[in-house]
C-alpha cells in the first residue's frame, strides 16, 4: 500500500535566514538522508560521510559564534533543524544533538586562544565529537564518576573507563570529563582530548534495541596523555560545566523525540486515509481519529514548550527548569505516539515493512539519554520546592 507524502510542518521562524536554511535542510534530507534511512539502520550502518556533509554545509555548528565557524543561529532555530534531521533520521538527528553537546564545553569555557586553535575544525571542519561523561558505575549519579586525571608536568594523564558514548571509537574528539581531586561534583576537571590519542581504545559497539547505525560504545582511556593546554576551564569546574551543557543537550532530546513523533504521526496519518475497512478509510472510524487527534496534540504541546524552553535561553534567562520539563514531555509524547502509531497500522506497523516500528524502539532510548526521564523530574521538583533536606 503506498504511503501518502506527509506535508510538511509548518514552522514559525524568527528571520529570512532561518526560513532558508529550513529549506536548504529538507533540500538535503530528501537528496541524502531519508532514501537510505531504513535500509542503513537495519544494516547498522553509520553514515559517516553524511556528516562531513552535513560540516561542510555548515549544520554542525549552528547554534555557535560565527567567529569561529559557527552559524550564529538561535537555538530557537537550530533545535528545528534538529527535529527536521531526527524525522528523517534519529542516528543524525541525535548525532548533531550529540556534536554540538561536545562542543559547548570549548564553545562557553575555553579560553580565546583554545577557541581559536580548535573550534573552527569542531564547528565546520569536518570533525566529529563525542561526549564522555557516564561510566559502567556512574550513570544517573554522574558526580560519582571514576575515570581519574593526574598532573605529570605539562600534561594530564588520564585513567579508567566511559560508558554509553555515543560516536565511541567514531569521533575525532572527545570532551572527556575526569576527577582530578577529591570525591564529589568539586573534584571533576573537562578535557578535550583527540580521538587518535594513545592509550584511547572502544570496545565493540553495544547491540541496541534501536538507532542501530549510531555507535554506542564504551571508551578505554590507558594512561591518556594531554598537555593542560587541552583542559576546559579551571580545575574542578567540570562538574558545572557538564551540567550547563545537559541544559542545553536536554532540549536537542526534546526536539529529536518530536522529530521521531512526527515521522510516526504521519505514517499513521498517512496509512489511516489509504486502508480501507468495511467499505471505507479506517480514518473514518471515530476511535481511530481521536487516537490521531490525540496524537496531533501531544506533537503540538511539545513542540511548543522546548521553543519556549529555547526562547528563554536565546534570551539569556535561566532555563534548566523548562528544558528538563521539555525533555520529559517530549521524550514521553515520543514513545507515547509511536506506540499508538504502531497500534493504527495493526499487523503492519508490528513488521519492518513499514518504519513506525522502528520509530517505537528509536523513542524509548530518548526517555533514558542525557538524563532519563525519572530525573528530569526531580531536576523539575528541585526547582519548585527546592533541594531534596533529607
Known amino acids: 500500500m503506498p504511503e501518502a507524502a506527509p506535508q510538511p510542518v509548518e514552522?514559525?521562524?524568527?528571520?529570512?535566514?532561518?526560513?532558508?536554511?529550513?529549506?536548504?535542510?529538507?533540500?538535503?534530507?530528501?537528496?541524502?538522508?531519508?532514501?537510505?534511512?531504513?535500509?542503513?539502520?537495519?544494516?547498522?550502518r553509520f553514515p559517516r560521510e553524511l556528516f562531513a556533509l552535513l560540516s561542510e554545509a555548515g549544520l554542525l555548528g549552528l547554534p555557535y559564534d560565527s567567529a569561529f565557524g559557527g552559524g550564529d543561529q538561535p537555538y530557537e532555530v537550530y533545535l528545528q533543524v534538529l527535529e527536521e534531521l531526527a524525522a528523517a533520521r534519529l542516528t543524525v538527528g541525535l548525532g548533531v544533538s550529540v556534536h554540538s553537546l561536545?562542543?559547548?564545553?570549548?564553545?562557553?569555557?575555553?579560553?580565546?586562544?583554545?577557541?581559536?586553535?580548535?573550534?573552527?575544525?569542531?564547528?565546520?571542519?569536518?570533525?566529529?565529537?563525542?561526549?564522555?561523561?557516564?561510566?559502567?558505575?556512574?550513570?544517573?549519579?554522574?558526580?560519582?564518576?571514576?575515570?581519574r586525571a593526574v598532573r605529570e608536568g605539562d600534561d594530564w594523564v588520564i585513567t579508567g573507563t566511559k560508558a554509553?558514548?555515543?560516536?565511541?571509537?567514531?569521533?575525532?574528539?572527545?570532551?572527556?570529563?575526569?576527577?582530578?581531586?577529591?570525591?564529589?561534583?568539586?573534584?571533576?576537571?573537562?578535557?578535550?582530548?583527540?580521538?587518535?590519542?594513545?592509550?584511547?581504545?572502544?570496545?565493540?559497539?553495544?547491540k541496541k534495541m534501536g538507532m542501530k547505525g549510531s555507535p554506542t560504545s564504551q571508551l578505554h582511556f590507558d594512561g591518556v596523555r594531554v598537555p593542560d593546554a587541552r583542559r576546559v576551564g579551571d580545575e574542578g569546574?567540570?562538574?558545572?560545566?557538564?551540567?550547563?551543557?545537559?541544559?542545553s543537550g536536554r532540549l536537542g532530546i526534546a526536539a529529536c523525540a518530536i522529530g521521531v513523533a512526527q515521522a510516526?504521526?504521519?505514517?499513521?496519518?498517512?496509512?489511516?486515509?489509504?486502508?480501507?475497512?468495511?467499505?471505507?478509510?479506517?480514518?473514518?472510524?471515530?476511535?481511530?481519529?481521536?487516537?490521531?487527534?490525540?496524537?496531533?496534540?501531544?506533537?503540538?504541546?511539545?513542540?511548543a514548550l522546548y521553543l519556549a524552553a529555547a526562547r528563554l535561553r536565546d534570551a539569556g534567562r535561566p532555563f534548566s527548569k523548562?528544558?528538563?520539563?521539555?525533555?520529559?514531555?517530549?521524550t514521553d509524547a515520543a514513545m507515547k505516539v509511536t506506540t499508538d502509531?504502531?497500534?493504527?497500522?495493526?499487523?503492519?506497523?508490528?513488521?519492518?515493512?513499514?518504519?513506525?516500528?522502528r520509530f517505537m524502539r528509536e523513542a524509548k532510548?530518548?526517555?533514558?539519554?542525557?538524563?532519563?526521564?525519572?530525573?528530569?523530574?526531580?531536576?523539575i521538583a528541585r526547582h519548585l520546592a527546592g533541594p531534596d533536606s533529607r
Open 11 to 44: 514552522r514559525q521562524l524568527p528571520t529570512e535566514e532561518a526560513r532558508d536554511l529550513l529549506a536548504l535542510v529538507r533540500d538535503l534530507i530528501q537528496r541524502e538522508i531519508a532514501p537510505h534511512a531504513a535500509a542503513e539502520e537495519e544494516t547498522g
Open 102 to 147: 561536545a562542543c559547548h564545553a570549548l564553545a562557553g569555557y575555553g579560553s580565546k586562544a583554545q577557541q581559536a586553535e580548535h573550534l573552527p575544525a569542531m564547528l565546520g571542519g569536518g570533525l566529529l565529537g563525542a561526549y564522555c561523561l557516564s561510566e559502567p558505575s556512574s550513570g544517573s549519579d554522574a558526580a560519582s564518576l571514576r575515570t
Open 164 to 206: 554509553w558514548i555515543t560516536h565511541g571509537g567514531v569521533a575525532d574528539f572527545y570532551t572527556v570529563l575526569a576527577r582530578t581531586g577529591g570525591e564529589g561534583a568539586h573534584g571533576v576537571t573537562a578535557f578535550l582530548v583527540p580521538g587518535d590519542a594513545e592509550g584511547l581504545s572502544a570496545a565493540a559497539p553495544e
Open 237 to 247: 569546574q567540570g562538574f558545572a560545566i557538564a551540567l550547563s551543557a545537559l541544559d
Open 264 to 303: 510516526a504521526f504521519d505514517a499513521a496519518l498517512g496509512y489511516a486515509k489509504e486502508r480501507r475497512q468495511f467499505g471505507r478509510p479506517i480514518a473514518d472510524f471515530q476511535g481511530l481519529r481521536f487516537m490521531l487527534a490525540d496524537m496531533a496534540t501531544q506533537i503540538e504541546a511539545g513542540r
Open 322 to 330: 523548562q528544558a528538563a520539563m521539555a525533555k520529559l514531555l517530549c
Open 341 to 357: 502509531a504502531v497500534q493504527v497500522l495493526g499487523g503492519y506497523g508490528y513488521t519492518a515493512d513499514f518504519p513506525v516500528e
Open 365 to 379: 532510548v530518548l526517555q533514558i539519554v542525557e538524563g532519563t526521564n525519572q530525573i528530569q523530574r526531580m531536576v
